[in-house]
Every structure is written in structure tokens, then in C-alpha cells.
């Protein structure tokens, strides 16, 4: 059975038992409960399954906790839930005992069961954030490729992905997957690289460049030779980095554990003064007197609404950020996301579209360009007839249609020949061009395609991967709270320059691939400072894991979503800020809880031990415990719920 699994039925069973005695011993809510839950005995069989085998895992936390001298929220847990267990057992066993000095005989099953219950609520979401993790390695492992097309003794087999041996031929086709990395030996094509480089723009490869295994050939057939397989391929290196830096994360110090690891020992230090005093200066039955005060004092001090300090605040959090499209996975993200100092973003399909479009057009030349890329596979090509259908135009008849890899397309237009390419297509076909504008529009981080008609320059178009609208919004929000904006991409350093450049980003780190991203997020963490990176893409999936907060587009690839902390389903960056403003927000909230939850206790601990005793004749009533409880249990929620008011 797995993890979550296992909790699930846990939380599920105790907070169902827990309520059924709640209401059958809450004092205003057990008048409304049927008789038998009322009764001491049922309370106790509904108990006992609870705290033995529900609550079996913060006994076994305790016990080397206690062997090393250490305390934290387990053992008080363990501690609180024991101690008013064993008493609730004596009260419905030996009801006689209490009764003989004075008290009313009540139980406390109800806070046994309901703190296990919400303590363990909180650790099954835990849980399944970790859960998710490995669904992103195993999504990564999804990618690649499951066959290969070698060429082996003169003919063309199919063979399994892992039978591949460096050196192989390896044939790809149009729209297949490159199986492993590699080096191309015959053929041109067209490859989408934007799961190593985050680029949307696809390369052009030609003989003797390398290829990545897991990426798509858009284009063209090639061979090529294997020179990396297995786990020396950049996809398995991938896989690698991602797991390295899940497994590397360190869970945060909860701040009950931290109070906790103070607050248990002067609890039993107070538990057993308060015996020792009664026993030697009690009136008799001192050892009777003596116990009950000190089970009295252990009972208060039981973490009742510390159970709910943390919980309630984090799902009320998470609740409002999810009001705004904004996914918070588990408690850990929440707590650390207020202590972000930088915050790194991808560029490709983060800070931009990741789609290519056709940004100007030179010359009205918009009819003939689209017309003619209307029997192209490029994704360039694509952009322009988007543009194309976009304006309605009318698209005319082209015969003669040539691709030339590398350089452009050529048809023939109205008995015309038209060709648009590169600069290198234009210096082959000796065609002049108007060097200054396209250099103007390069420096922009565009890409450039010049179209002529009969040799003749007739106009340019440039295509680029635009901003998001929300873009600048989102990184001028997060500098106004003083936080360092860096960019971070696999693309040149000159488009990269030009999108930073629009959005007032200084820091720039471009031409970075996937295991160097990583690295980046690791230099600026040395400098000690606690990193969030936003990202989308597969090859972002390694620098998320091992950011200190990962935030993911909705829009992003299902690995980047699993390997990151937070997703942004509203694909707004605006939200990054205003993520990390309702962790500060949450933060003050769980803070104020443990005061609170701690205050109550602190306060009645005097009590309980029979401070009021000497003077008034005063022993802690159980009835002034349930309510004091109660009422510490209620600011606590109280508290929480005034989050839904935090405006984003």
C-alpha cells in the first residue's frame, strides 16, 4: 500500500470517529447526539483503533526522539493525545476515582482522536506533493523514443531504444523522434530543440551537426551516427539532474517543531514538579491528588489547537490562491515562497508566447510571402500564413515550389519567380538587399526573411516569439518589492538582450542549456540567497526541482508542472508577486495561530497545577479545560478565515 494510500484511510477513519465522539461529548452538541454515543464505553472503542493504529507512527517518531534527548511535534502529539487517552480510559473505566475529591467524571476522547486526525490530514498532503515528483520522472522517461531505425549488414531494422550502441546509423524520418544523441551524416532537416533549449523557433540541421535525442524532426530525412546512448544521452541527463534535486531538498523546520522542541520538556519538567509538590505538601489522598493534577497539566498542555494552527491557515491560503489561479502544492511551498529574493525566468513560453509570429512586414509583400510558404513544413512558414489568414488575403497559385534547407523557399508566382530566404539565399541568387534595415530589425531579436521577385528585393517580414501581455506587469511588480529579476534562456545572446531589454530585466543569462540552468539556480542559492524559477518548458524541469520555489506555467509542458511547487492555471505573472505576498500573508497567519494555540495553554498550565488551590480552594474543572480548548480551537480558525480577505 502506498504512502498516500495509507494516510488517506487514516485521516479518513479518525476524523470520522473523532466526530462521532465530539458530538457525543462537546458540551451544547452532545444534547443533539443519538444516546449511545453518549456513552463513556462507545467513546472508547471509537477511540481506541485511533490511537493505536492511527496514531502509531508519532509513537514510533517518539521513541528515538526521546533516546537523543530531542522533543518535537510528534512528541508532543504523541505526548498530549497518550495522556488524555489514559486519563479519558481511567474516567470511563474507574469513573469512582475522580468523583472522590470532587471532580466530574468526563473523558477526552474527542481530543485524541480529532488532533490525530488533522495532524495527519496535513502530512497526507505532504504526501502527495512528493507523490507527484516521481510522476514527473517518469513523464521525462515517457519522452523517449521506444524503437530506432539502424542500419545494420546493408539493411534497415527496427530495434528497441536499448539496444542501441554507440556508432549505429540511424535513420529519421519527418516526424519522428530522434531515438539518441547524435551526429548527422547525410540529409537536412528542420528539429523542434525547444525541449533542450526552451527555443520555439526549430534549428536547421545540415551534415556534421549534432542532434538530441527525445527532440522531433519537423522536416527532411537524415542519418545520422550515435555517439551517446543510454544514460550518457542529454534526456537521461535530464532525468538525472530532476531526481538529484528533488531528493536534495531539504524539508523547511516546522515552526511548531521548533516551539515544540522547548515547550514538550518544560511540560514535563512542570508535569513533574507539579506531582512531586502535591505529594509531599497535598492534602490526602496526596498520591491521588498528585496524579491528577499532573494528568491535568499534561492534558492542557495537549496541542489542540496547535493540530489546527497550521492546517486551517494553509488551506484557506491555498484556497484563495486557488481562487486566483493560483495552485500552491503542500504547506512547504507556502512557507518558503515569502522568503524569495530572486526570481529567475525562462524566456521561451515563460516571459513569451513560445510561438513564433510575424511581427513587421516590409514592403506589401504579406499576398506573395504566404502564398508561397503555403508548401513549406516550417514553423516560420506557419507564422506567415497565420498572418496571412489573419489579413484575409487571397492566396495565389504557385508551381515550381522549392525548399533549400538552410536557406529559404522558391516558386513560381504569376509567371514570376519568387524567393524568400536568408541573407545567404539572397547573396546566392545575387539579389542586393538593404543591409542596415534588416540588421535594425535583428538587433531587435527578430528573425529575418527577405522576399524577391525576379532578383529584384521586394520586401522584408520578421518573425519573432512575442511577450505575454502580462509580461512586464509581472517583473515591475516584483522589483517594486525588491526582489532581483534575472532572465534565463537557451537562445543567443542578441535575442535575449532585445526581450529583456522591453522588460526592464538587467540581469541576463542566455545560450544556457538545461544542466547549466540548473547550475545557475545553484550559484545564486550559494550566494545565500533563496531562489524561485519560473519556467515551462521540460528542459526548465531541473532548474524547478532544485530552486528553492518552482513555479510552473498551466500552460507548461505535465513534467515542468510536476517538478515545480506552484503552477500559475491562470497564466498571469503578475501572480508570481502575488504568490509570494499570500505566503507572507499565510505566514503572519500561522504565526498568530501558534500564539494563540500556545497562549491558551500557557496560561491555564498554572492553573492545572493547582496554583489557585492554596488561596481559593480551586482544582482545573475538565469542563473549564473543554471549553478553554474549545475556545482556543475557535480564535485559531477564526484567525485563518480572516486570510479570505487578503486582496490579490
Known amino acids: 500500500m502506498s504512502r498516500t494510500l495509507e494516510l488517506q484511510i487514516k485521516v479518513a477513519s479518525s476524523l470520522f470517529l473523532g466526530g462521532l465522539i465530539l458530538w457525543g461529548s462537546f458540551p451544547g452538541l452532545m ?50 493525545t497518550t495522556v488524555a ?24 476522547f474527542d481530543v485524541a482522536t480529532i488532533i490525530i486526525g488533522l495532524i495527519l490530514l496535513g502530512r497526507y498532503f505532504e504526501a502527495k506533493a512528493k507523490a507527484g515528483t516521481s510522476e514527473a520522472i517518469k513523464k521525462l ?105 528533488q531528493g536534495s531538498k531539504a524539508p523547511i523546520q516546522r515552526i511548531a517543531d521548533l516551539i515544540s522542541s522547548y515547550f514538550v520538556p518544560i511540560v514535563i519538567m512542570l508535569a513533574l514538579v507539579t506531582f512531586g509538590v502535591w505529594y509531599v505538601f ?22 489542540c489547537a496547535m493540530g489546527l494552527a497550521t492546517p486551517t491557515a494553509i488551506m484557506v491560503g491555498t484556497g484563495k490562491g486557488a481562487e486566483h489561479g493560483i495552485l500552491i502544492k503542500d504547506a512547504e511551498s507556502l512557507e518558503t515562497a515569502h522568503k524569495i529574493k530572486t526570481v529567475v525566468f525562462d524566456k521561451t513560453g515563460t516571459l513569451t508566447k513560445g510561438k513564433p ?31 496571412g489568414e489573419a489579413e484575409r488575403v487571397k492566396f495565389e497559385k504557385v508551381t515550381g515550389f ?60 520578421a518573425v519573432a516569439d512575442t511577450l505575454k501581455d502580462s509580461a512586464k506587469e509581472g517583473v515591475q511588480a516584483l522589483q517594486k518589492k525588491g526582489i532581483e529579476v534575472v532572465m534565463i534562456t537557451g537562445d543567443n545572446q542578441r535575442t535575449a538582450n532585445a526581450i529583456a531589454s ?84 499565510t505566514m503572519r497567519t500561522i504565526k498568530l495561530n501558534l500564539f494563540w494555540a500556545f497562549g491558551y495553554n500557557i496560561i491555564l498550565i498554572p492553573v492545572a497545577m493547582g496554583i489557585l488551590y492554596p488561596s481559593f480552594h480551586i482544582l482545573l474543572n475538565p469542563i473549564f479545560a473543554s471549553v478553554a480548548m474549545a475556545t482556543s480551537s475557535i480564535s485559531v480558525v477564526t484567525n485563518s478565515l480572516l486570510l479570505k480577505r487578503f486582496k490579490m
Open 502 to 585: 522591453k522588460l526592464g530585466i538587467k540581469t541576463v543569462l542566455a545560450e544556457v542549456l538545461p544542466d547549466q540552468k540548473e547550475e545557475e539556480v545553484r550559484k545564486i542559492q550559494a550566494e545565500g540567497k533563496k531562489v524561485a524559477m519560473v519556467g515551462d518548458g521540460i528542459n526548465d524541469a531541473p532548474a524547478l526541482a532544485t530552486a528553492d520555489i518552482g513555479i510552473a506555467m498551466g500552460t507548461g509542458t505535465d513534467v515542468a508542472i510536476e517538478a515545480a511547487d506552484i503552477t500559475l492555471i491562470n497564466k498571469d505573472l503578475r501572480s508570481v508577486a502575488s504568490a509570494i505576498e499570500l505566503s507572507k500573508k
Open 31 to 80: 444534547e443533539t447526539a443519538p444516546a449511545i454515543l453518549r456513552q463513556f464505553w462507545v467513546q472508547l472503542i471509537l477511540a481506541t483503533p485511533v490511537q493505536f493504529w492511527a496514531g502509531l507512527e508519532f509513537y514510533q517518531a517518539t521513541i528515538p526522539a526521546l533516546r537523543h534527548r530531542t522533543a518535537n511535534m510528534d512528541t508532543l502529539v504523541a505526548l498530549g
Open 357 to 387: 509570429e510575424v511581427t513587421d512586414v516590409v514592403g506589401d509583400i504579406l499576398q506573395t510571402a504566404a502564398s508561397l510558404e503555403k508548401g513549406s513544413e516550417h514553423s516560420l512558414a506557419e507564422a506567415i500564413i497565420r498572418k
Open 141 to 245: 522517461i515517457g519522452l523517449q523514443a521506444k524503437t530506432a531505425k539502424v542500419l545494420r549488414d546493408g539493411k534497415e531494422i527496427d530495434i528497441p531504444i536499448d539496444q542501441v550502441v554507440i556508432g549505429d546509423v540511424i535513420r529519421v524520418r519527418p516526424g519522428e523522434k530522434i531515438p539518441v544523441d547524435g551526429e548527422i551524416l547525410d540529409g537536412e532537416s528542420s528539429i523542434d530543440e525547444s525541449m533542450v533549449t526552451g527555443e520555439s523557433i526549430p534549428v536547421d540541421k545540415t551534415k556534421g551537426d549534432t542532434v538530441v535525442g527525445a527532440t522531433i524532426n519537423k522536416s527532411g530525412t537524415f542519418t545520422y551516427k550515435a555517439t551517446k546512448v543510454g544514460q550518457e544521452t542529454m534526456l537521461a541527463q535530464i532525468i538525472k539532474l530532476v531526481q538529484e534535486a
Open 85 to 108: 487517552y489514559g486519563y479519558s480510559a481511567v474516567v470511563t473505566i474507574s469513573p469512582q476515582v475522580v468523583k472522590n475529591i470532587g471532580i466530574e467524571p468526563l473523558p477526552y
Open 402 to 461: 522549392k525548399a533549400i534547407p538552410g536557406h529559404g523557399v522558391e516558386g513560381v508566382i504569376n509567371r514570376q519567380k519568387v524567393i524568400l530566404g536568408n541573407r545567404g539565399f539572397m547573396e546566392k541568387e545575387k539579389v542586393e538587399v538593404n543591409g542596415r534595415e534588416i540588421d535594425k530589425l535583428e538587433n531587435q531579436g527578430k528573425t529575418v526573411m527577405i522576399l524577391a521577385v525576379n532578383k529584384k528585393l521586394a520586401g522584408l517580414i
Open 282 to 303: 497535598g492534602p490526602s489522598p496526596a498520591f491521588l491528588f498528585a496524579l491528577l493534577n499532573t494528568v491535568a497539566v499534561l492534558i492542557i498542555a495537549c496541542p
